[in-house]
């Protein structure tokens, strides 16, 4: 399926919701330093609006993935997160809009695949390990 974007771009697939901010994140990651929206659209695939580079970024931005600076009437962008940062993010943000933490978590834990919860056991007993020493 393709769409065409109301910015004129010329048709490219559709893409999943978070994928354009993957995107945009790997990018900002291979960056010698903070960069441009401009620098973030000339290596992104396909032919991306830079109106819609911008508001990636500063979805991004708001999320605490990346970090800007003003740098004449335009900012300059730099990652603080990678795409784990980014889902650790979302999923934090889901945990903090919820009343019952508890039940959330819980819920969470327990339908977990068996190698999913060894590996959740053994990053809780590292972080325990970590803040006793």
């Known amino acids: 399926m393709t769409a065409r974007h109301s910015t004129g771009d010329a048709l490219s697939p559709r893409r999943g919701q978070g994928e354009l901010e993957a995107q945009v ?3 900002l990651g291979t ?8 620098w973030v659209q000339e ?3 396909g032919t991306l609006a830079y109106t819609t580079v911008i508001t990636i970024l500063t979805r991004l931005h708001t999320k605490g993935a990346v970090a800007r600076e003003r740098a004449g009437r335009s900012f300059e962008w730099t990652p603080v997160a990678d795409e784990a940062g980014l889902a650790a993010l979302r999923m934090r943000k889901v945990l903090d809009g919820e009343a019952n933490r508890e039940a959330v978590l ?3 834990v ?5 190698g999913d919860e060894r590996l959740l056991r053994g990053l809780l007993a590292q972080t325990d390990e970590e803040g006793d020493g």
């Open 25 to 27: 994140l790997a990018v």
């Open 31 to 38: 960056a010698p330093g903070p960069v441009t929206a401009a």
């Open 43 to 45: 290596r992104l695939p």
């Open 106 to 108: 819980t819920s969470f």
């Open 110 to 114: 327990t339908s977990l695949s068996p």
